[in-house]
């Protein structure tokens, strides 16, 4: 009885382990990509070409440095983050009110209103670029830091507003009702009860919405031309079709530097993203 | 009653209305009326003064070949990010969430990378691995016999929108295995119990348990990819340019085209804005609605 017993479990284990090593070679193919760019990058341009999957015998980090200088990456690192981070904070301070508001006081026609709010979700940008970018004209914030963020922030509010909404709609009235017959305004309950209550809502929020204001290519390409403005998205189509494509390792090097601070950010913080993809984009 | 009590918290009101429907008329609610009047004039983008010319932009696109090859396009680009990323990342996240693997929560962070990677960044990475002759495809496929299969990916006129569809499912199916994973992961588990003790076997409690319960969430992830299939940009700009002779244009990439980077005709690309708001707007407003009415239902306030 004993014996079979753990026999089963052994055999339960090779089959998983068999299971596991499967998917674990797909994952690598699936990858791949990724990992034959990173080899790419470490090897000189004769050596790509004459064996092109092998790992290089001696690394050669040149390609990181001249592509490094070519692309002047720490300029467009710096515009990348600046960007991302100004802008998702900003869109972030702009829906914690309104997500406040929407839940827990009493908005006339409150739902439409709601939805207006959410239509900058799911709508293609090519359907009010032009017009945008007349706005932007008028408003001097074309070739504009102040421009893109501001942008950002307003695009980046509906999906901050559905993760705070989705959030706070489970904390019960109550809570709130009880530190205002304390004393509390509302602000004072906005301040010290709501956004402490949101905080994990904010850090998902922030990192998701970061990460695709990082990703995002239209607005940058068409609102910003000044060089010294360009985030990487806009800057890194400079190895590509150009002076570059006869060197394999530059645009490989290139690809691997722009990648490393988000590969980072997701290994250390997937949780928190899945929770803030999930809540933003489905939950309902 | 209701004035009284918005007065009282007018601060929330202001912060909380006031402040984002102004922003939100200046830079989007403005932008997408204006389109639709941009849409019937000649405007050139940079004269103050320009003509309304009714249904002149309208009657070019139905005579623009360029139209109907975008739009057709789009189309194959909808079903086939559909069925590579949509379909095959479900049947990726059950498999992840099946009992018989180790490790999964490392797969999925694997899966998930490349959905990190902005599509241009992915586009000049493909670019490197596509190149003819010396990219890494090529080789690979000489490695393992199947020489014969090689071809210049993103030049030929008849593979060349494949060939970027396939990448755009490679970098996209992240978000919808990560969606139907969360999901699977919230489906009771007394539900799969139940079945078992019916007699159900695994199929049929994939079938008639899981994707029942994936019913919301499939809808979020469905809408989201055509969306997405539709307004596509990135991928096209970086990679091929539309070409070789109008293979791979899309109308978001054409309506590009047209207003800022040749034609500046900007009345023409707001006419082909308004094309795409019209195909977008069925799935958007199902995405909008659908889902984030019921939001706000939990507090009646």
């Given at each position: 009885m004993d014996r079979n017993g753990s026999l089963k479990i052994n055999s339960v284990k090779i089959y998983k382990a068999i299971c596991t090593s499967i998917m674990l070679l797909f994952s690598l193919i699936w990858i791949s990509p990724i990992l034959l760019t990173l080899i790419t990058s470490i090897k000189t341009d004769k050596d790509v070409i004459t064996n092109p999957f092998s790992l290089p015998i001696y690394p050669v980090f040149q390609a990181y440095s001249a592509a490094w200088n070519v692309l002047q990456i720490d300029k467009l690192l710096f515009n990348s983050m600046f960007y991302s981070f100004a802008g998702t904070a900003l869109a972030i301070i702009l829906a914690i009110f309104p997500a406040y508001l929407f839940t827990k006081f009493y908005v006339p026609a409150g739902n439409l209103l709601f939805v207006i709010l959410l239509v900058?979700?799911?709508?293609?940008?090519?359907?009010?670029i032009i017009p945008l970018y007349d706005v932007m004209r008028n408003f001097k914030l074309l070739d504009n830091r102040l421009g893109i963020i501001i942008v950002h922030a307003v695009f980046g509010l509906p999906f901050e507003l559905l993760i705070f909404v989705s959030f706070l709609s489970n904390i019960p009235n109550e809570l709130l009702d009880s530190a205002r017959i304390d004393g509390g305004s509302n602000l004072g309950i906005l301040r010290y009860i709501i956004v402490p209550l949101l905080s994990p809502a904010i850090a998902a929020g922030f990192l998701v919405n970061s990460i695709g204001v990082w990703k995002e290519y239209f607005f940058a390409l068409i609102f910003l031309n000044k060089p010294d403005l360009m985030p990487m998205t806009v800057g890194i189509t400079q190895v590509i079709g150009g002076k570059y494509t006869s060197a394999w390792s530059i645009p490989a090097a290139a690809v691997i530097i722009s990648q490393i601070p988000l590969f980072i950010t997701v290994m250390l913080a997937y949780r928190w993203i899945k929770e803030g993809i999930f809540s933003g984009a489905v939950k309902g | 009653m209701i004035w009284h009590k918005i007065r009282q918290n007018w601060i929330i009101y202001l912060l909380g209305i006031l402040i984002p429907f102004v922003l939100w008329g200046c830079f989007i609610g403005w932008p997408l009326i204006y389109n639709i009047y941009l849409s019937f004039t000649d405007w050139n983008?940079?004269?103050?003064d320009f003509n309304f010319v009714g249904l002149d932009n309208y009657h070019e696109m139905l005579d623009d070949p360029f139209i109907l090859k975008c739009l057709l396009n789009n189309v194959k680009w909808v079903i086939g990010s559909l069925l590579l990323a949509d379909i095959l990342g479900f049947f990726l996240a059950v498999t992840l969430h099946s009992?018989?693997?180790?490790f999964t929560s490392i797969f999925r962070v694997l899966f998930f990378l490349p959905y990190t990677m902005p599509l241009v960044t992915v586009g000049v990475m493909f670019s490197l691995l596509l190149s003819?002759?010396?990219g890494a495809l090529d080789k690979i496929l000489e490695l393992i016999g199947l020489g014969g299969l090689i071809r210049p990916w993103l030049g030929d006129y008849n593979t060349a929108l494949y060939t970027l569809i396939t990448i755009f499912s490679w970098a996209y199916i992240g978000f919808p295995l990560m969606l139907f994973h969360t999901g699977i992961n919230q489906i009771p588990g007394e539900l799969y119990e139940a079945a078992a003790l019916e007699g159900a076997r695994p199929i049929q409690s994939l079938w008639y348990v899981t994707i029942p319960m994936m019913r919301s969430v499939s809808i979020g992830v469905v809408t989201l990819t055509v969306i997405e299939g539709i307004k596509m940009f990135d991928l096209v700009a970086v990679m091929t340019i539309g070409g070789p002779f109008g293979a791979t244009n899309v109308l978001g990439h054409y309506m590009y085209t047209v207003s800022f980077r040749t034609g500046n005709q900007f009345g023409y690309g707001a006419s082909i804005g308004v094309l795409i708001l019209l195909l977008s707007s069925i799935f958007s407003l199902i995405y909008i609605r659908y889902y984030k009415g019921a939001v706000l239902h939990g507090s009646e306030r």
């Open positions: 900058g979700l799911a709508i293609p940008q090519q359907t009010f | 983008g940079f004269t103050t009992k018989k693997l180790y003819p002759g010396f």
